[in-house]
Each structure stands twice: as C-alpha cells, then as structure tokens.
C-alpha cells in the first residue's frame, strides 16, 4: 500500500496527555454570529445568555447536530459579569440567572459538552475582568466546579511576558482540578503564528499544552476573510500542517456557513477546505433558523467522517495551476484521501483535467472516488486516467478517493511532505 512518510514525524511529537480531542473537536461556537450582543432588553432572543445558550442546545440534540458529532456547545466572550468578595467569576446575573454550572448541567443532558471563554490578561477582548497570571488556579478551578468542558483562553490586555508564564501553568491548573478539561490557546495568533521570527511560537511547547489553538486572525463573516485564512495556511503550510495530530490542532476559526458572507458555492468551499486541513469544527450560526441547504453541507457524513478521520493528517495544497485552480490532499485512514478540487476563478465553471500521476501517485493500485458533495461514484481510476472536474467559480468538487484493488506488484508513493 502507499506509505505516508510524515505519520513517522507525528508519531514523535509529545503532546498533551489529557487523552481529549483526538479528532478535531465539532460543536457550535457563539461568537462568529452572535458577538457581544448583550442587550437582552431590545434584542431578548440573540443577546448572549442562557436562553440563547439552552436554545442552542436544544437545536444541537434535536436537528441531528449532537448525533454526527457536533457536541461542544461554546459560549465566548461577554458572558462575565464580574468577581465575587472571594474573586470568583461570576456569570452575568440578569442574562445568566441560573449560572454556568446550570448550563452545563443542561448540556450534559442533552448529551452535549459545554464550553466557556476566559482571557489571559487585564480583560477579555470586550473588556470583561480578564484572568490574570494571579487568578489562573482559582479560574480553573472555577470552571472544573461548574463541570466545564472546554475552555478557551484568548489574549487581549496581555503582555508577551504572560503568554510564556500563563498557557503552560492554565495547561497545568487544569489538569490539577482532575477535571478533562480540553484547552484552546489563542496563544499564537497573538505572536504572529510563527516560528522563529518570534521564539514565542513554539508548537513543539503548544502540542504539550494545548488541544487546538488559535494561529490567526479571527474570521469575519465574508469570502475575503475566508480567502485571507486560507492563504496564510496555505502559505506557512510547511510549519503548520506538521505541528496538527491527534489532541493538538490549528483552528483556522469558525465556520461561516448558515450567515450572511458566503453564497452556497463559498459556503461548500469552506467546509471542504476546513476539513482537508483538518480543522475544528465550530458552526456559529442560528441554528433556530438554518437553512435545510445550509444543513445539508454542514450535516454531510462522509464530509464529517474524513474530518474526524482518525490518523488526524492535516492536508496540504498539493498543486496550484496558472488557471487558478487549486488542489489540495489529506492522507486518510485505510490507504484512501480526501482530494479538494478549488477554482480561484470568478468567471464560469472550469473543466480541470487532471490525472492521480499529475498528483503524483504512483502507485499500481485501481482507485474509485466518491463526490462528497453529490455522492456520485467516479470508478476505474489508474493514475493515468485522465478524469474531468467542472469546478465552479469560489467552488470546489470534493472527492473521497480509495483504494479498490491492486493492479500490479511494486507500489509507491511520492508525496513530498
Ligand atoms: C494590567 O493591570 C496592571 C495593574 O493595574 C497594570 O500594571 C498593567 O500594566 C496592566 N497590563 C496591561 C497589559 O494592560
Ligand atoms: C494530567 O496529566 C497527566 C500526565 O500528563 C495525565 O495522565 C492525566 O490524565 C491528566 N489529567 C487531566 C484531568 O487532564
Ligand atoms: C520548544 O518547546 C520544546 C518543548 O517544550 C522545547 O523542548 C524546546 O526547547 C523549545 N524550543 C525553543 C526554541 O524554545
Ligand atoms: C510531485 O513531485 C515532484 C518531485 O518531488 C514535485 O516537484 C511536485 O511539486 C510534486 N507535485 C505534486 C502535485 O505533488
């Protein structure tokens, strides 16, 4: 079978032995959609409290979500509402009634794990009381109290001297409550997400502390933005997709899909490109008024089954044309891959002619794809059939391509990763 040299470089990483997120965590994020809305006198349905949270929940465990494994339900900045005498966090009383611990417990009912936001400086980025170098072992023990699953931890109001001191000893709090708590970092999209130019991005030291983190900048609810992340992993591809595995992620941010930036080609776009680069999955959407067309590319299994696989290889971009069209490729589990045809282009749909040699297989095996979008069977696939993808502009055709049967005796495979 074709061999996939980098599994031996991941195998070496140490990483963060919380045993958590050994596929890229899925679930429903708050803030793409819903920001710091928390005016609940004008705006008593989308400001950020429990009811908005509960609501979550509900669509979460009834509309299919929780089963395909969309089970973080994550509440981000704007939900503090100060510190008590013993300075404890304490939630919003007038939009959080009921507390965290209430919510968590709702979500756990439901089958769903609950996720909570701190900031590790003077302030979150909103300018609630932040989580000072002082205040980490009292937070986390906060959070493991109110049974909290996950917790991110951003960067505003922050000094580059606490990024160093603060991550590793949350990383270290947190495990000491007992409690598997799965830690996101946004750690390095302070920093600039790059080695060495900045010796604080470490991702050797971020692997061992952190489950994902945060390389860039955050997604704003357009194409640009999403182009703009791409790029940027696209460009420093040769430092990040080595430093993902199982436990320890690069977040590109959130899905857009289900908002207003994206038409249905960029919407499928994302969510094929997110998943080759192995990426989390947090849908930030009202999910009490999605699209069923919207669910549908969100809710696709074989779609999620390749981003859940487990060897947890982020893809690359193997091949990018004059033509603008771009293709990028994730090693999967049982010899087979996830292939995303990407057009550029922004005049009509494209027919690209390609053949698995021109993608640099070389192997003597008989391969089939699957179209994850239409589900269409493309079989009889030697690596010098040439095949034909109509790609349409800010699309992407998304193959599952696997092995149907030997064809000759000696295979190889010449991925440069
Ligand atoms: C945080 O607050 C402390 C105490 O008021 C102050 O000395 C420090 O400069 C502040 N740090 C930042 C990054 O604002
Ligand atoms: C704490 O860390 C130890 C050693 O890495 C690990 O075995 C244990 O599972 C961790 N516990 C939690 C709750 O994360
Ligand atoms: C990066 O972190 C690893 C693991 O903590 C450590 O062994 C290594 O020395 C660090 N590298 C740099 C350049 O600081
Ligand atoms: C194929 O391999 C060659 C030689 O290693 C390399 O230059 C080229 O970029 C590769 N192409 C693809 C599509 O991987």
Redesign the pocket.
């Known amino acids: 079978p074709p061999t996939v040299p980098l599994l031996a470089l991941v195998g070496q990483v140490l990483v963060l032995e919380n045993g958590l997120l050994r596929r890229p965590p899925m679930g429903w994020l708050a803030w793409e959609r819903f920001r710091c809305n928390i005016d609940c006198e004008e705006d008593p349905e989308n400001c950020i409290s429990e009811r908005l949270f509960m609501e979550m929940a509900d669509r979460l465990a009834q509309d299919g979500w929780r089963d395909l494994g969309y089970t973080y339900l994550n509440i981000d900045d704007c939900w503090i509402g100060g510190r008590d005498a013993k300075g404890r966090l304490m939630p919003s009383p007038k939009r959080f009634p009921n507390g965290i611990a209430f919510l968590a417990d709702y979500a756990h009912s439901l089958g769903l794990q609950l996720g909570i936001y701190e900031d590790l ?2 302030f979150t980025c909103m300018g609630f009381p932040g989580t000072t170098l002082d205040k980490v072992v009292q937070d986390a023990q906060t959070f493991a109290e109110w049974k909290v699953d996950m917790l991110k931890l951003d960067g505003c ?3 580059p001297e606490n990024g160093p001191r603060g991550y590793p000893m949350m990383a270290a709090a947190l495990n000491a409550t007992g409690r598997p708590i799965a830690f996101s970092c946004s750690w390095p999209a302070y920093e600039g997400g790059l080695p060495p130019q900045d010796t604080q991005v470490n991702y050797s030291q971020l692997a061992e502390i952190c489950n994902l983190w945060r390389n860039y900048d955050d997604i704003q609810d357009s194409w640009s933005s999403v182009l703009s992340i791409l790029d940027w992993f696209v460009d420093h591809q040769d430092i990040l997709q080595p430093v993902a595995g199982p436990g320890h992620w690069n977040d590109p941010d959130m899905l857009l899909i289900g908002n207003f930036g994206l038409s249905f080609e960029q919407a499928r776009a994302q969510m094929a490109l997110w998943t080759v680069l192995a990426a989390p999955l947090f849908i930030s959407t009202d999910l009490r008024t999605i699209s069923a067309q919207n669910m549908d590319i969100l809710q696709n299994p074989l779609m999620i089954k390749i981003n859940q696989d487990p060897l947890g290889i982020q893809g690359r971009r193997i091949l990018k044309e004059k033509s603008l069209i771009e293709v990028f490729l994730r090693p999967l589990d049982n010899n087979a891959y996830a292939l995303v045809f990407f057009s550029r282009r922004t005049d009509m749909p494209y027919r690209f002619h390609c053949s698995l040699s021109q993608l640099n297989f070389t192997s003597s095996i008989l391969y089939e794809a699957q179209d994850v979008y239409t589900g269409g069977v493309i079989s009889g696939l030697r690596t010098e059939t040439i095949f034909t993808v109509i790609i349409n502009p800010t699309g992407v055709v998304m193959w599952y391509l696997y092995p149907v049967r030997q064809l000759g005796t000696r295979t190889s495979m010449n991925h440069n990763w």
């Open positions: 400086g003077n109001y922050s000094t």
